[in-house]
């Protein structure tokens, strides 16, 4: 049961990666899902990118404006830019893509001490559809 909660794991941490899109010269934070990262800073979500931002954040002005964050559940839209900026600068944006890269790798190990038959290559097509998905 271990192996197939590896796979799982492999696709929930995929939904919660971001990918930051170019529109108009300015960077907008999208999570794999299509959803725009800022609607999570507005409305307080606590996502493993707030969270992990949180954890790198090395300045006292970061550290500021996410405990301003988590203290108000929340920041207007006029801190979007501030905190799109400090999610890449402090490399929370890699560090993600980093662990979904980890989880997808345990989970292809994981299929691949299954039975190799055509419910296994079904799975491992549906992990590189996973791995790879953009929106």
């Known amino acids: 049961m271990t192996k197939i909660f590896d796979y799982a794991d492999a696709g929930y941490i ?8 170019g529109d108009y010269g300015k960077y907008l934070i999208y999570d794999l899902t299509g959803k725009l990262v800022e609607y999570d800073i507005i409305e307080g979500k606590k996502t ?10 090395y300045n006292q002005k970061d ?19 501030q905190m799109q900026e400090l999610i890449k600068r402090v490399g929370a944006f890699e560090k993600s893509k980093e662990v979904a890269d980890d989880y997808f790798n345990k989970a ?20 590189e559809r996973l791995k790879k998905r953009n929106y």
Not at 14 to 21: A, S
Not at 64 to 81: R, T, V, Y
Not at 108 to 127: E, F, G, I, P, V
């Open 14 to 21: 995929n939904t919660i990666v971001v990918d930051l899109k």
């Open 48 to 57: 493993y990118l707030i969270i992990l931002a949180k954890e790198l954040a």
């Open 63 to 81: 550290r500021q404006l996410i405990d301003l964050f988590m203290k108000n559940n929340g920041l207007s839209e006029e801190f979007i830019p």
């Open 108 to 127: 292809a190990k994981s299929l691949d001490t299954l039975k190799q038959n055509q419910y296994t290559d079904t799975l491992y097509w549906l992990l």
